[in-house]
């Protein structure tokens, strides 16, 4: 089945400071999502994002389906940022597929 | 429009038992999936229901149970619980397979 990795694992960053998260996957698939994990652990959807960019206030994100790659650009980062972010994919109808995720502390 | 809710919130349970919890699928929305995540790990899919028909399942035993009522609305069930069932159980809802999920708050399930 498909993996997926994200990186870096772990980000320490200053308010304010801008970050980009990566995520790898190894097939094509339909379906891509990002996700940020509160600390209460809600799902919050960031970007429904299977191919091309997107923006969404600070946020942004692009999918490269060709080389199987997707970015979550933070800028001016805020501590209310701070969780975990998971990159999700699907190549069929049905399952997601989840990354370990990437957890963000931003420090005030 | 209301989201995704998921009830009940946390529960503790003793090994050996069994458990339902409940999730209520987003206004609108016909497919329901769910999800187990272990702490410190991404959710990894359990099974979904489209039109209460079971539509995919994963890597999971049969314990491991469902339903997908005719409002949409879902329960999981898991009998003979062990203690690594202990996990945050996931629901997510959506208008079909195959498009973008929206998940419920969780339920926090600790086996002893």
């Known amino acids: 089945g498909i993996q997926v990795e994200q990186s870096p694992p772990d980000l320490i960053l200053q308010e304010g400071a801008n970050s980009t998260l990566r995520c790898n996957f190894s097939?094509?698939?339909?379906?891509l999502q990002w996700f940020h994990q509160n600390p209460w652990g809600q799902l919050i959807n960031l970007f429904y994002?299977?191919?091309g960019t997107k923006q969404n206030g600070r946020l942004s994100a692009t999918t490269v389906a060709t080389e199987r790659y997707s970015l979550l650009y933070i800028s001016s980062s805020q501590t209310t940022d701070s969780g975990v972010y998971f990159c999700a994919v699907s190549e069929g109808t049905y399952k997601y597929i989840f990354g370990t995720g990437t957890r963000l502390k931003v420090l005030a | 429009e209301t989201g995704v809710t998921q009830s009940p919130t946390h529960l503790i349970k003793t090994r050996g038992q069994q458990v339902t919890l409940r999730c209520s699928s987003q206004s609108g929305h016909n497919t329901v999936s769910w999800y187990q995540q272990a702490l410190g790990q991404g959710p990894q899919f359990i099974f979904q229901y489209y039109r209460e028909e079971e539509n995919g399942r994963g890597n999971f035993p049969p314990r491991f149970s469902g339903l997908q009522f005719p409002n949409y609305s879902s329960e999981l069930n898991v009998n003979a619980l062990e203690l690594d069932d202990s996990a945050l159980y996931l629901c997510a809802s959506s208008l079909g397979t195959g498009v973008e999920q929206y998940f419920g708050p969780g339920t926090r399930l600790t086996v002893t």
């Open positions: 097939d094509s698939v339909n379906n």
């Open positions: 994002i299977p191919s």
